[in-house]
């Protein structure tokens, strides 16, 4: 299981940070060109004039750059360098709540989550795809011995449990052959270990959990596996004590499907082949007078019921033919080339004329929770696809019984199959263009794929199996390898959809580092996955929380934040461009280089830090109407539209503060260090309304870090008044006595959050967000039932869409929302993809019909 | 097994939390993101009455500070174009460069500046002439004419002769009159008084270029010859060898036009200390810092400092030293501490020696109370009464708005 280096993550929200800090610094080149011509021709036309200015009459020819220079000087501060830092501590902010959350300590081991990759906590709010093991991911892993057909009679159908059943009992009790040598191979054919403890009993150490369950329930009927002592095992059944010593172990691979001991009785020197496996590994090499018939239908039965199925089967071997194959088995085992095959090939002459002894029938129980997270998580638009290396008709079993899918009429399963490269088309091509009609109905449309046929359709027909992949809400691939479950994340990474792969086992690291978050079980099957995993979680069920709860107000604080720290590096910056204009185009800063310092890391930090306790809805809220993700997934809270608003809002803010400044401080006021303080005051001043009025929950942290900063700015400021050596030596403290000084901050105040205020009031009652409906009722305890009355428009006809979208096409999400072109935003994930509720997306065309909670 | 143990110790980290946690309710509340928080909703009424409350504030205030401002009396004179003899008016640059001719110039001081305010005078002016002086001589009229009359520059208008029918006397009275009292109220200065500030007020004039306000040292101000760190001050910075004190083109381009005030036949006493800040005195100019070659290299600047008085008690140049943040700017530059009455009558004798000429700059000489906002300016008044009055505005907008759409507030526009 070659893990790899994984790459580092990059959050979608990192690269669109990224993006807006390139469009800022073009932005700054810009201004700094600009800025830095008109300096130039104002110096030569005017600066050469002003005697004071003393400029020498003619410079070398690199004069002309210093201008620029300074200016570029001047707005290195329009990037914010403090968002960085920022992001680092709030993520690892976000990462410890997760460490921290009672509600996700998985109370029977105790194992809290853990958020081993600090930096990703967004992307968990913007999950578009959930790609989820089976085994000890959606179940528990914990195997139980459920029922058994042996010799053609049926255990443990009444009851539902086998080792409960009399018949059974009696059976053992009576010696009846079929049975016994039944339970031999169950105690025997395996590889674990019986491991003796002080107080005699016994504990088995077993690496795979069926046969764990196997010799467990072995166990319990009598036929108790006690001893391994190097090739000698031994076996107590009643009271008797039977030895055996094995002679080969024909290990088990995901190929052959089934393995095998080869073992001696020690008493009357027997040589027997003990095979167990799943029924497709087995039934076909039943000895020829061997009627199946029944074993068929055994396992037919128990897959039915979501039971984990294996056939048990044995030989007795003649003494030649062992010392033969023996030797065969030998060789295979030394050779350097291919020896994988060679070894297989070897042991399948031996695994033939099997007489078959019974069929095993064992439960691995869904978790709890697993079907109403799943709910809950395709209700917040989230696609799920099962990745599983069990048959299909378990996989199905369970997909349905955890509502992955939906059961007949309402539901539909479309298989892809065949074994050959022509059979793969035909199937898929079949599937899709099944696919591409039912899109328009109100069904669960999910197809299932199995790993012969996915390796093919990912080999020949990729284009075509993309398109299916966007198509489908749902799939389920049985029978996968490791590597294929890494190329289906992969395959959907590269439709640009945010993928969380799930998974729990050493099969899944692949998929787990793959995929763009990577969530590991620290299940039964050790602790290989959660290692390599982004996130560990100790149930299924707390991904609902991860992500509805954890990844949506990370990404809502991150947000904010980020936007926030341009807004405030922007709202000096521009301030210094203003002044600039009344400075001769010359590059003087307003401010000085200690108050500009102090603003970037301190003053506008701290407050804007306490904002990752923000909460917009409680968390009862989200869970109850998960739908709301979908503001996250479309990355609507961080786009470049509201980027420009931030973007506006510092342009206006600078606008007031440096307009009120130089008038309300003119003429035999104007000194300089005053003036800059007034502005920056003003600055300060409107940063604490602009953050109190954008965190949607006041603690008092919050309400400590946003006043406190703002008293701590005057503090610090007196400190440095109160220092004759310092620049701005009593500054502060003329400021504060002059009333003029207090009637220009207020009026800044005023000014400056009046319209923001007005505007933000205006959006929320009148054009609201669906948060902000969410919002209003949860506070005022309003009718929630607005949400889902909005009534889904009508249908447009559907063939007009279909055909002219192609699948390179990619998914067109509109993260923008234009609350003034219409009520539902124009998202359009192509194919309709992920289109789930009519709530959010009424005039989404190809989804708006695809809806799932109508039939919920 | 290590897995195992792992569990354990977390079994315990985490039971030993739980257990802390119910002592500290508040650091649990933290770290499962519960603390109690304030969810301030934006209601109607809340908004509302928030822009009602800001608005009823900030009028009142607007006018108080309007108030204040008006009641300063300010005098304006520009005198840069005006000082230069007749012969120079095409060669100023030459005249203010030649010091062998004389820079002397006399002026006399007039009230009034600006359109506005003559347009509002005048109305003052005519209401009184028929209300107050010929049909309604009280007592208060008779204040307010006193006052009125108190503004210098109003000895013009009054004198002229204005005759006119009863009937448009009586339309005077009754139109006229509140407009009148209005604008007294609002606009009309008393005589001024004592203390009255003498600034000296420079247009387009870049103190705060970047190249002219880093020119300066603030280490050998306080320090002089001993603080050698003048390499701030260039190009101003030596002469033969040793630094300027003070260095920098700060110092060097001092204002030097001086003033003196006759009212009548005697000098007005212009008191010229304590016009800088006390601190900059104490703490930034050097009580031992004489400017011993302050410019008397080949290039001559601005004005001339007493070798012979430390920097700490050169005001001019500690008030010319706190550089302004806008190219227009007004230093103080003395006190009168008199009262001028209405019919004072002031000349003032300047010496023009401070070169604006060639940049186009303008020098202006200010004669001006204070009230408790400072000088006078309208701007944070009439700014007060625009945003209460823009909050009000809002304010019913949103009610009108409330009323309007009440019934369906959660399903807004759809």
Same mark, same amino acid.
């Given at each position: 299981?070659?893990?790899?280096?994984?790459?580092?993550?990059?959050?979608?929200?990192?690269?669109?940070?990224?993006?807006?800090?390139?469009?800022?610094?073009?932005?700054?080149?810009?201004?700094?060109?600009?800025?830095?011509? #008109?300096?130039?021709?104002?110096?030569?036309?005017?600066?050469?004039?002003?005697?004071?200015?003393?400029?020498?009459?003619?410079?070398?020819?690199?004069?002309?750059?210093?201008?620029?220079?300074?200016?570029?000087?001047?707005?290195?501060?329009?990037?914010?360098?403090s968002?960085?830092?920022s992001?680092?501590?709030?993520?690892?902010?976000?990462?410890?709540?997760?460490?921290?959350?009672?509600?996700?300590?998985?109370?029977?081991?105790?194992?809290?989550?853990? #958020?081993?990759?600090?930096?990703?906590?967004?992307?968990?709010?913007?999950?578009?795809?959930?790609?989820?093991?089976?085994?000890?991911?959606?179940?528990?892993?914990?195997?139980?011995?459920?029922?058994?057909?042996?010799?053609?009679?049926?255990?443990?159908?009444?009851?539902?449990?086998?080792?409960?059943?009399?018949?059974?009992?009696?059976?053992?009790?009576?010696?009846?052959?079929?049975?016994?040598?039944?339970?031999?191979?169950?105690?025997?054919?395996?590889?674990?270990?019986?491991?003796?403890?002080?107080?005699?009993?016994?504990?088995?150490?077993?690496?795979?959990?069926?046969?764990?369950?196997?010799?467990?329930?072995?166990?319990?009927?009598?036929?108790?596996?006690?001893?391994?002592?190097?090739?000698?095992?031994?076996?107590?059944?009643?009271?008797?004590?039977?030895?055996?010593?094995?002679?080969?172990?024909?290990?088990?691979?995901?190929?052959?499907?089934?393995?095998?001991?080869?073992?001696?009785?020690?008493?009357?020197?027997?040589?027997?082949?003990?095979?167990?496996?799943?029924?497709?590994?087995?039934?076909?090499?039943?000895?020829?007078?061997?009627?199946?018939?029944?074993?068929?239908?055994?396992?037919?039965? *128990?897959?039915?019921?979501?039971?984990?199925?294996?056939?048990?089967?044995?030989?007795?071997?003649?003494?030649?033919?062992?010392?033969?194959?023996?030797?065969?088995?030998?060789?295979?085992?030394?050779?350097?080339?291919?020896?994988?095959?060679?070894?297989?090939?070897?042991?399948?002459?031996?695994?033939?004329?099997?007489?078959?002894?019974?069929?095993?029938?064992?439960?691995?129980?869904?978790?709890?929770?697993? /079907?109403?997270?799943?709910?809950?998580?395709?209700?917040?638009?989230?696609?799920?696809? %099962?990745?599983?290396?069990?048959?299909?008709?378990?996989?199905?079993?369970?997909?349905?019984?955890?509502?992955?899918?939906?059961?007949? /009429?309402?539901?539909?399963?479309?298989?892809?199959?065949?074994?050959?490269?022509?059979?793969?088309?035909?199937?898929?091509?079949?599937?899709?263009?099944?696919?591409?009609?039912?899109?328009?109905?109100?069904?669960?449309?999910?197809?299932?794929?199995?790993?012969? #046929?996915?390796?093919?359709?990912?080999? *020949?027909?990729?284009? #075509?199996?993309?398109?299916?992949?966007?198509?489908?809400?749902?799939?389920?691939?049985?029978?996968?390898?490791?590597?294929?479950?890494?190329?289906?994340?992969?395959?959907?990474?590269?439709?640009?959809?945010?993928?969380?792969?799930?998974?729990?086992?050493?099969?899944?690291?692949? %998929?787990?580092?793959?995929?763009?978050?990577?969530?590991?079980?620290?299940?039964?099957?050790?602790?290989?996955?959660?290692?390599?995993?982004?996130?560990?979680?100790?149930?299924?069920?707390?991904?609902?929380?991860?992500?509805?709860?954890?990844?949506? *107000?990370?990404?809502?604080?991150?947000?904010?934040?980020?936007?926030?720290?341009?807004?405030k590096?922007?709202?000096?910056?521009?301030?210094?461009?203003?002044?600039?204009?009344?400075?001769?185009?010359?590059?003087?800063?307003?401010?000085?280089?200690l108050s500009l310092m102090a603003y970037n890391v301190f003053y506008t930090s701290i407050p804007v830090l306490?904002?990752?306790?923000?909460?917009?809805?409680?968390?009862?809220?989200?869970?109850?109407?998960?739908?709301?993700?979908?503001?996250?997934?479309?990355?609507?809270?961080?786009?470049?539209?509201?980027?420009?608003?931030?973007?506006?809002?510092?342009?206006?803010?600078?606008?007031?503060?440096?307009?009120?400044?130089?008038?309300?401080?003119?003429?035999?006021?104007?000194?300089?260090?005053?003036?800059?303080?007034?502005?920056?005051?003003?600055?300060i001043?409107?940063?604490?309304?602009?953050?109190?009025?954008?965190?949607?929950?006041?603690?008092?942290?919050?309400?400590?870090a946003?006043?406190?900063n703002?008293?701590s700015f005057?503090f610090i400021n007196?400190?440095?008044?109160?220092?004759?050596?310092?620049? %701005? *030596?009593?500054?502060?403290?003329?400021?504060?006595?002059?009333?003029?000084?207090?009637?220009?901050?207020?009026?800044?105040?005023?000014?400056?959050?009046?319209?923001?205020?007005?505007?933000?009031?205006?959006?929320?009652?009148?054009?609201?967000?669906?948060?902000?409906?969410?919002?209003?009722?949860?506070?005022?305890?309003?009718?929630?039932?607005?949400?889902?009355?909005?009534?889904?428009?009508?249908?447009?006809?559907?063939?007009?869409?279909?055909?002219?979208?192609?699948?390179?096409?990619?998914?067109?999400?509109?993260?923008?929302?234009?609350?003034?072109?219409?009520?539902?935003?124009?998202?359009?994930?192509?194919?309709?993809?992920?289109?789930?509720?009519?709530?959010?997306?009424?005039?989404?065309?190809?989804?708006?019909?695809?809806?799932?909670?109508?039939?919920? | 097994?290590?897995?195992?143990?792992?569990?354990?110790?977390?079994?315990?980290?985490?039971?030993?939390?739980?257990?802390?946690?119910?002592?500290?309710?508040?650091?649990?509340?933290?770290?499962?993101?519960?603390?109690?928080?304030?969810?301030?909703?934006?209601?109607?009424?809340?908004?509302?009455?928030?822009?009602?409350?800001?608005?009823?504030?900030?009028?009142?205030?607007?006018?108080?500070?309007?108030?204040?401002?008006?009641?300063?009396?300010?005098?304006?004179?520009?005198?840069?174009?005006?000082?230069?003899?007749?012969?120079?008016?095409?060669?100023?640059?030459?005249?203010?460069?030649?010091?062998?001719?004389?820079?002397?110039?006399?002026?006399?001081?007039?009230?009034?500046?600006?359109?506005?305010?003559?347009?509002?005078?005048?109305?003052?002016?005519?209401?009184?002439?028929?209300?107050?002086?010929?049909?309604?001589?009280?007592?208060?009229?008779?204040?307010?004419?006193?006052?009125?009359?108190?503004?210098?520059?109003?000895?013009?208008?009054?004198?002229?002769?204005?005759?006119?029918?009863?009937?448009?006397?009586?339309?005077?009275?009754?139109?006229?009159?509140?407009?009148?009292?209005?604008?007294?109220?609002?606009?009309?200065?008393?005589?001024?008084?004592?203390?009255?500030?003498?600034?000296?007020?420079?247009?387009?004039?870049?103190?705060?270029?970047?190249?002219?306000?880093?020119?300066?040292?603030?280490?050998?101000?306080?320090?002089?010859?001993?603080?050698?760190?003048?390499?701030?001050?260039?190009?101003?910075?030596?002469?033969?060898?040793?630094?300027?004190?003070?260095?920098?083109?700060?110092?060097?381009?001092?204002?030097?036009?001086?003033?003196?005030?006759?009212?009548?036949?005697?000098?007005?006493?212009?008191?010229?200390?304590?016009?800088?800040?006390?601190?900059?005195?104490?703490?930034?100019?050097?009580?031992?810092?004489?400017?011993?070659?302050?410019?008397?290299?080949?290039?001559?600047?601005?004005?001339?400092?007493?070798?012979?008085?430390?920097?700490?008690?050169?005001?001019?140049?500690?008030?010319?030293?706190?550089?302004?943040?806008?190219?227009?700017?007004?230093?103080?530059?003395?006190?009168?501490?008199?009262?001028?009455?209405?019919?004072?009558?002031?000349?003032?004798?300047?010496?023009?020696?401070?070169?604006?000429?060639?940049?186009?700059?303008?020098?202006?000489?200010?004669?001006?109370?204070?009230?408790?906002?400072?000088?006078?300016?309208?701007?944070?008044?009439?700014?007060?009464?625009?945003?209460?009055?823009?909050?009000?505005?809002?304010?019913?907008?949103?009610?009108?708005?409330?009323?309007?759409?009440?019934?369906?507030?959660?399903?807004?526009?759809?």
């Amino acid at each position: 299981m070659c893990r790899g280096i994984p790459e580092p993550k990059l959050t979608a929200i990192d690269a669109m940070i990224d993006k807006l800090t390139g469009a800022i610094f073009v932005f700054q080149i810009v201004v700094v060109i600009v800025l830095g011509i #008109a300096g130039n021709v104002w110096k030569d036309t005017e600066a050469r004039k002003q005697w004071y200015v003393k400029y020498p009459e003619e410079g070398p020819w690199f004069e002309l750059l210093i201008i620029p220079l300074r200016f570029e000087l001047l707005c290195s501060i329009m990037i914010p360098i403090s968002i960085k830092v920022s992001l680092d501590l709030v993520k690892s902010l976000y990462a410890k709540f997760i460490d921290w959350d009672n509600e996700m300590i998985d109370q029977e081991t105790g194992t809290p989550s853990h #958020a081993t990759n600090t930096a990703i906590s967004e992307d968990l709010g913007q999950v578009e795809y959930i790609l989820t093991d089976k085994t000890g991911t959606l179940t528990e892993n914990k195997m139980i011995f459920r029922r058994c057909c042996i010799n053609g009679v049926f255990y443990g159908n009444d009851s539902g449990d086998a080792l409960k059943d009399v018949e059974l009992h009696n059976a053992v009790s009576s010696g009846s052959p079929d049975v016994i040598h039944f339970l031999t191979v169950m105690a025997i054919c395996n590889t674990v270990i019986p491991i003796k403890t002080k107080t005699g009993d016994i504990f088995y150490k077993a690496q795979s959990q069926d046969e764990d369950a196997l010799v467990r329930a072995a166990a319990r009927l009598h036929m108790v596996f006690v001893n391994k002592n190097a090739n000698i095992l031994e076996i107590k059944f009643n009271a008797s004590t039977i030895q055996y010593e094995v002679l080969e172990t024909l290990e088990f691979t995901s190929d052959r499907k089934r393995m095998s001991v080869v073992v001696k009785d020690c008493q009357n020197e027997e040589i027997l082949l003990l095979t167990k496996g799943a029924d497709e590994a087995i039934l076909p090499f039943a000895c020829p007078g061997q009627q199946t018939r029944a074993y068929f239908e055994a396992v037919e039965q *128990y897959s039915q019921l979501g039971l984990r199925t294996l056939c048990l089967a044995w030989r007795q071997l003649k003494g030649d033919e062992y010392k033969e194959w023996s030797l065969l088995f030998k060789e295979a085992n030394s050779t350097l080339v291919d020896r994988e095959w060679r070894i297989a090939e070897v042991c399948q002459r031996l695994e033939h004329d099997l007489e078959i002894l019974g069929v095993t029938a064992i439960e691995d129980r869904l978790q709890d929770g697993v /079907p109403e997270t799943i709910e809950t998580l395709r209700k917040a638009g989230i696609n799920f696809w %099962m990745l599983t290396g069990d048959k299909q008709n378990t996989a199905i079993q369970i997909a349905l019984s955890c509502n992955f899918i939906s059961p007949e /009429p309402k539901g539909q399963l479309l298989l892809i199959d065949g074994k050959t490269e022509d059979e793969v088309r035909q199937s898929l091509e079949r599937v899709l263009l099944t696919m591409r009609i039912t899109t328009s109905e109100p069904k669960d449309v999910a197809f299932a794929v199995d790993g012969w #046929a996915l390796e093919i359709a990912l080999k *020949y027909y990729r284009k #075509a199996f993309t398109e299916l992949a966007i198509l489908s809400r749902t799939a389920i691939c049985c029978r996968v390898t490791p590597s294929q479950k890494a190329q289906l994340v992969e395959l959907l990474k590269s439709c640009d959809y945010r993928t969380l792969a799930i998974g729990d086992g050493g099969n899944d690291v692949r %998929m787990i580092q793959q995929a763009d978050i990577g969530v590991g079980i620290s299940g039964r099957e050790g602790l290989q996955a959660a290692r390599a995993a982004d996130y560990s979680i100790g149930k299924f069920r707390f991904l609902k929380r991860l992500i509805l709860v954890h990844g949506r *107000y990370s990404y809502n604080r991150t947000a904010f934040l980020s936007q926030y720290s341009f807004y405030k590096s922007l709202l000096i910056c521009f301030i210094q461009i203003f002044f600039s204009f009344i400075s001769g185009v010359s590059g003087t800063s307003l401010f000085n280089s200690l108050s500009l310092m102090a603003y970037n890391v301190f003053y506008t930090s701290i407050p804007v830090l306490v904002s990752a306790l923000d909460k917009d809805l409680s968390e009862e809220t989200v869970m109850q109407h998960p739908q709301i993700l979908f503001y996250c997934q479309a990355g609507r809270l961080l786009n470049p539209s509201t980027f420009a608003g931030w973007f506006g809002r510092s342009l206006f803010h600078a606008i007031v503060v440096f307009v009120i400044s130089i008038h309300a401080y003119a003429y035999e006021k104007s000194e300089m260090e005053e003036v800059s303080m007034v502005a920056l005051s003003g600055c300060i001043w409107l940063q604490a309304f602009v953050v109190t009025l954008e965190t949607n929950s006041l603690t008092i942290l919050q309400c400590i870090a946003i006043w406190g900063n703002l008293a701590s700015f005057y503090f610090i400021n007196w400190i440095f008044s109160a220092l004759p050596s310092s620049g %701005m *030596y009593t500054i502060m403290f003329r400021l504060c006595r002059q009333p003029s000084y207090w009637t220009t901050v207020f009026l800044i105040v005023a000014a400056g959050m009046g319209p923001i205020l007005a505007l933000k009031y205006f959006r929320y009652t009148y054009r609201p967000s669906k948060i902000n409906i969410l919002q209003q009722a949860e506070r005022l305890g309003g009718p929630i039932l607005s949400l889902g009355s909005i009534e889904p428009q009508p249908r447009p006809i559907l063939e007009k869409e279909v055909s002219p979208l192609s699948i390179t096409q990619p998914k067109n999400r509109n993260p923008v929302y234009e609350p003034l072109l219409s009520d539902s935003p124009n998202t359009r994930r192509s194919f309709g993809s992920g289109a789930p509720f009519d709530f959010f997306q009424t005039q989404s065309r190809l989804s708006s019909s695809y809806s799932r909670n109508k039939d919920n | 097994m290590k897995a195992i143990y792992l569990n354990v110790a977390w079994k315990d980290a985490t039971s030993l939390l739980s257990q802390i946690d119910t002592e500290f309710s508040t650091i649990n509340k933290f770290t499962q993101q519960n603390l109690p928080a304030c969810k301030p909703v934006l209601t109607p009424a809340w908004v509302i009455l928030t822009f009602l409350l800001i608005g009823t504030i900030f009028i009142p205030i607007g006018l108080v500070s309007l108030h204040a401002s008006r009641s300063v009396v300010e005098i304006v004179d520009r005198y840069d174009i005006d000082c230069v003899p007749e012969q120079f008016k095409s060669n100023k640059l030459g005249y203010i460069k030649d010091s062998s001719y004389p820079k002397n110039c006399s002026r006399t001081l007039k009230g009034i500046r600006w359109l506005k305010d003559l347009f509002s005078c005048f109305l003052v002016m005519l209401s009184l002439r028929f209300s107050a002086v010929k049909i309604l001589p009280t007592d208060a009229v008779q204040i307010k004419k006193e006052t009125l009359e108190g503004t210098l520059g109003f000895q013009l208008l009054l004198h002229g002769n204005f005759t006119a029918p009863l009937g448009a006397k009586a339309l005077w009275l009754v139109a006229i009159e509140p407009i009148a009292w209005f604008l007294g109220f609002v606009m009309v200065n008393r005589y001024m008084k004592a203390p009255i500030y003498i600034y000296y007020q420079l247009d387009n004039y870049y103190q705060n270029h970047r190249r002219y306000v880093k020119s300066r040292s603030d280490q050998q101000l306080l320090h002089g010859l001993g603080s050698n760190k003048t390499s701030l001050c260039k190009p101003e910075q030596s002469n033969n060898g040793l630094p300027i004190v003070p260095c920098g083109l700060v110092a060097w381009s001092l204002f030097n036009d001086t003033y003196k005030f006759i009212r009548g036949k005697s000098e007005l006493n212009v008191n010229r200390k304590n016009i800088a800040w006390k601190s900059d005195r104490d703490h930034k100019f050097g009580k031992h810092v004489y400017p011993f070659n302050f410019q008397s290299g080949t290039l001559i600047g601005g004005g001339k400092l007493n070798s012979s008085v430390p920097l700490s008690d050169q005001e001019d140049l500690i008030v010319w030293m706190r550089t302004a943040a806008l190219p227009s700017f007004r230093k103080l530059y003395g006190r009168i501490e008199e009262n001028l009455h209405a019919n004072d009558v002031i000349v003032v004798n300047l010496m023009n020696n401070y070169n604006t000429y060639s940049f186009g700059g303008k020098k202006k000489l200010v004669l001006s109370t204070s009230s408790w906002l400072g000088g006078k300016n309208d701007f944070p008044g009439f700014a007060y009464i625009f945003v209460g009055s823009y909050c009000i505005v809002i304010a019913i907008v949103f009610m009108l708005l409330h009323v309007k759409y009440s019934r369906n507030t959660h399903v807004g526009y759809n």
